[in-house]
């Protein structure tokens, strides 16, 4: 794909996706939390069905390494980020006009470290996973913010800094402004053991009820299939 286009798409999916908690009045529902599990289905099976056999075609220990290393900093993301990567949000804070410091930096590091893995050419798959991983994200962050009564300029800035995120992880990648890891494989290990995190909580968590829920169900077969097409 273009390089344009990726960094566009990355950065307005995610732009729109939290603009349109303002324009359509989204709130945080039924159908937003089966668009999250959806996205959860699809970047587990882009794991297991596209991008573990990619990483693990040359095996080393190493690569191993940094899947768990992934997996763990995911974990520790989550600690701050309070789990709004995998659909949390919790409007019953006791600072209602509090900026949520913590929750965003670590959504900003998260979105930063997926983009960064896209330096890897031709890696289409991996690009709509964290398109559709992110659109999600940035609803369920936009609700939140407007939780917190805080201005329509500091709700769009805090979005633009989320949505170009992504986009400055690939930048930096690319071009190597900084010193980066060099190989590819390795950052791809990475947002795999984040992915494998992400998506395993967002599956395996039960409903309020403890019931089996049909309608996930359906869309979490929905989102391995469309995984399996995926070229």
């Known amino acids: ?94 600072k209602l006009v509090a900026f949520p410091y913590a929750i965003f930096i670590s959504l900003c590091v998260h979105s930063f470290i997926e983009g960064m893995a896209l330096i890897e050419d031709n890696n289409d798959t991996l690009l709509i996973g964290i398109v559709i991983h992110n659109i999600p994200i940035a609803i369920v962050l936009g609700t939140m913010l407007l939780s917190k009564n805080i201005s329509k300029t500091i709700f769009l800035t805090s979005l633009f800094v989320f949505s170009i995120s992504s986009p400055l992880g690939l930048f930096l990648a690319t071009y190597q402004i900084v010193p980066l890891i060099e190989n590819s494989n390795i950052l791809l290990a990475l947002v795999v053991g984040i992915f494998l995190h992400i998506s395993t909580t967002i599956l395996f968590e039960t409903s309020d009820s403890h019931k089996f829920e049909l309608k996930k169900f359906i869309i979490i077969i929905l989102g391995f299939i469309t995984a399996f097409f995926m070229p």
């Open 1 to 94: 794909m273009n390089e344009f286009y990726t960094y566009f798409i990355l950065f307005s999916s995610a732009f729109i996706g939290g603009l349109a908690v303002i324009l359509f009045r989204l709130k945080f529902s039924t159908n937003l939390k089966l668009l999250i599990s959806y996205s959860g289905a699809l970047i587990l099976a882009i794991c297991i069905l596209h991008l573990i056999p990619e990483i693990f075609s040359n095996y080393t220990k190493q690569i191993g390494l940094f899947v768990l290393l992934g997996f763990l900093f995911q974990l520790l993301l989550d600690f701050f980020s309070e789990g709004i990567e995998h659909g949390h949000f919790h409007s019953h804070s006791k």
